[in-house]
């Protein structure tokens, strides 16, 4: 079975620096990666997916995430944040024919302050 | 084009009552989800339903049953409500087959006292 370790429970930053969100998975198969975005009382949103081709994928807000399949890491990443980017994180992965059963990592919470 | 709707939004409910959480998309989606959210614990999914007519169980089935009554409708029910279903439970769909990407309602707090 798959599992997905999110390293940072709760990360925060200032409005307009760098933020990383790190994702390690483990699964001896093909797998494919999603990052999803809570905000505060909503449902998840897909903010970006690999599913095959290029290791680094741009996704929506210009977060950007790169696939490593040695280090079977997903890290996440945003160059410059706003404070509308205070939100949970989520990696997720499913097995390529696994019929879309998602698991979870346990959550970021990103936190941006001015 | 609402997406995925859920009712309610919050509940509470006694330990033993029972009730169902409703769940409905209008995006013509294959397949649908239902995953409970624990802090800490991300979200974990209860049933899954990969078209209309199959369900199966997911990571967490336990004290839940579910009906896919049509293709758009997925309910999610609770027979004898325990105090550790105290969680938020989210509703998910999409197009299913080699497309993963689900779209998300807005949730249901429930809390049983």
């Known amino acids: 079975a798959q599992s997905v370790t999110q390293l940072d429970s709760q990360v925060p930053v200032f409005e307009e620096a760098p933020v990383e969100l790190r994702c390690n998975y483990s699964?001896?198969?093909?797998?494919?990666l999603f990052w999803y975005v809570q905000y505060p009382n909503q449902g998840l949103q897909l903010l970006l997916k690999y599913l095959s081709g290029s290791t680094l994928v741009k996704g929506i807000n210009g977060f950007e995430a790169e696939f490593n399949k040695s280090q079977t890491s997903f890290h996440l990443r945003k160059p410059s944040v706003h404070i509308s980017d205070t939100a949970e994180y989520f990696c997720a992965v499913t097995l390529v024919d696994s019929w879309g059963k998602l698991q979870f990592g346990a959550g970021t919470q990103v936190v941006v302050t001015p | 084009n609402a997406g995925v709707t859920q009712t309610p939004k919050f509940q509470v409910l006694k330990t033993g009552q029972s009730m169902t959480l409703q769940c409905a998309q209008d995006m013509n989606h294959n397949s649908m989800y239902w995953y409970r959210q624990d802090p800490g614990m991300g979200l974990r999914l209860i049933y899954y339903?990969?078209?209309?007519?199959?369900?199966d169980k997911g990571e967490v089935p336990n004290g839940y049953n579910v009906s896919r009554l049509n293709k758009r409708e997925f309910s999610l029910r609770l027979e004898s409500a325990a105090p550790s279903q105290t969680s938020v439970y989210f509703c998910?769909?999409?197009?299913?087959?080699?497309?993963?990407?689900?779209?998300f309602g807005p949730g249901t707090r429930l809390t049983v006292t």
């Open positions: 998910a769909s999409s197009t299913g087959g080699n497309v993963h990407e689900q779209y």
């Open positions: 699964s001896s198969v093909s797998v494919y």
């Open positions: 339903s990969a078209s209309e007519g199959t369900t």
